[in-house]
C-alpha cells in the first residue's frame, strides 16, 4: 500500500507479525475500586508497561520495518513531545538505523534524555512561535532522511491498532473502549481493529478540553484546526487530526469526549493509589473520559487504554500532592 492509502484491519494484522517478539504484550488489569465506581467492568490495557514506556514503539516500529535498505541507510526523522521520540529512536537503534528527532524545548526532560540515551539526535524548537512540520521537512531534505509524522501515517496507524487488537482477543465481548486521543493514531488503530474483531463496541476517544480540535472537527465534519493547546497533557497538544486519521475516525467513533487538567489529575492518583502504576497525564485520558464523559456504562463492560507511564517525577510528585 502507499503512505497516502487509508490502513485496513488486514494492515492491523500484518503489524502484530512483525511486532511479535519485539514489543511487549502489555498486560490488562482489573480494579475493584474503579468497578465500583462506574458499577461497571472496566479492564485496563496498560502500554506505560511497553518497551520505552508508551503504545507508540508499536507503530513507530512497523513504520521503520518497512524501511528499503536504501532509507534504512539514510536513517529516520521525526518530530514529537516526548514518546514518539522514543519510540522513533529506538526502534531506529533496533534496526540499525541513525535518527533524528525534532522536539519541543519544554518537553518533559526525561523524555528528551532518554530519546538521546536510545541513540538519536535531538534538535529542539519553541512550538508556540515555531513550526515543527516545516523544520522536520527541511532537515530531512538536507540529510536524506525518511520523515515518519507521530500519526498521520498508514504503518504507524496499523501499529497503534495492534493495542486494541491484543486487548479484544483477551477481553473480546467489550461494549465500550476508550481511547486517549491526540492526533488520533492510537484511536484510529483501535477503531480499525473494533470494527472487524467487535462491531458491537462502542470506541470513544477522549481528549483535554483545553484542545478538542479533534472533537471540534467531527461535529463540524471537516477538519477544524485549533492554536496549541495548554494542557498537562503533553502527548496530546495537537492543533489538528490528520488528512489520515481523521477520515477514519469520521467513520468509526461513536463519540469524543473531554477531560480537564483537574480531571487528569484526579485520574493520575487514582492509578497511584488503587493500582499501584504511574501513568503519564496523557495516558489518563481515557479513565478520565469514563468517569467524566458522561456516557451510561453501568453493568457494562469497558475497555480503558493506558497510552503512557513517561512523566518527570518532579512533576508527577506535584500532580500527586495537588
Excluded: W
Excluded at 471540534?216 to 492554536?227: C, D
Excluded at 493547546?229 to 495537537?238: M, S, W
Excluded at 501513568?279 to 475497555?303: I, S, W, Y
Amino acid at each position: 500500500m502507499t503512505d497516502t492509502a487509508l490502513p485496513t484491519y488486514d494492515d492491523v494484522a500484518a503489524a502484530a507479525q512483525r511486532l511479535q517478539g519485539v514489543a511487549h504484550r502489555t498486560p490488562v488489569l482489573q480494579s475493584s475500586t474503579a468497578d465500583a465506581r462506574l458499577s461497571a467492568h472496566l479492564f485496563f490495557k496498560c502500554e506505560n508497561f511497553q518497551r520505552m514506556g508508551a503504545f507508540k514503539f508499536r507503530g513507530a516500529y512497523n513504520a521503520l520495518r518497512q524501511f528499503s535498505e536504501a532509507q534504512r541507510e539514510g536513517g529516520a526523522l521525526a518530530f514529537s513531545s516526548g514518546n514518539h521520540a522514543q519510540a522513533i529512536a529506538l526502534s531506529a537503534r533496533l534496526l540499525g538505523m541513525p535518527a533524528l528527532i525534532v522536539m519541543p524545548e519544554d518537553a518533559p526532560a526525561a523524555k528528551i534524555a532518554a530519546t538521546r540515551e536510545y541513540g538519536a539526535q535531538v534538535v529542539t524548537y519553541d512550538r508556540f512561535t515555531e513550526d515543527r512540520e516545516a523544520i522536520s521537512q527541511r532537515l530531512a531534505a538536507e540529510r536524506g532522511m525518511i520523515l515518519v509524522p507521530p500519526f498521520d501515517h498508514p504503518h504507524v496507524i496499523a501499529g497503534q491498532g495492534t493495542v486494541a487488537l491484543e486487548l479484544l482477543q483477551e477481553v473480546p465481548d467489550l461494549d465500550y473502549l476508550f481511547v486517549c486521543l491526540g492526533g488520533g493514531g492510537l484511536l484510529s488503530g483501535c477503531l480499525l481493529a473494533a470494527r472487524a474483531m467487535a462491531p458491537q463496541c462502542q470506541v470513544i476517544g477522549v481528549e483535554p478540553a483545553a484542545g478538542n480540535d479533534v472533537q471540534q472537527s467531527l461535529r463540524a465534519g471537516r477538519i477544524v484546526r485549533i492554536e496549541t493547546p495548554r494542557t498537562i497533557a503533553d502527548g496530546a497538544q495537537t492543533q489538528a487530526p490528520g488528512q489520515i486519521t481523521f477520515p477514519i475516525i469520521q467513520q468509526g467513533v461513536a463519540d469524543i469526549v473531554t477531560a480537564t487538567d483537574e480531571q487528569l489529575v484526579e485520574a493520575l492518583r487514582f492509578y497511584a493509589e488503587r493500582m499501584k502504576i504511574v501513568v503519564e497525564p496523557t495516558g489518563a485520558l481515557a479513565l478520565a473520559g469514563a468517569l467524566h464523559g458522561g456516557l451510561e456504562l453501568q453493568g457494562k463492560r469497558v475497555g480503558i487504554v493506558i497510552s503512557g507511564g513517561n512523566v518527570d517525577m518532579e512533576r508527577y510528585a506535584r500532580f500527586l500532592s495537588a
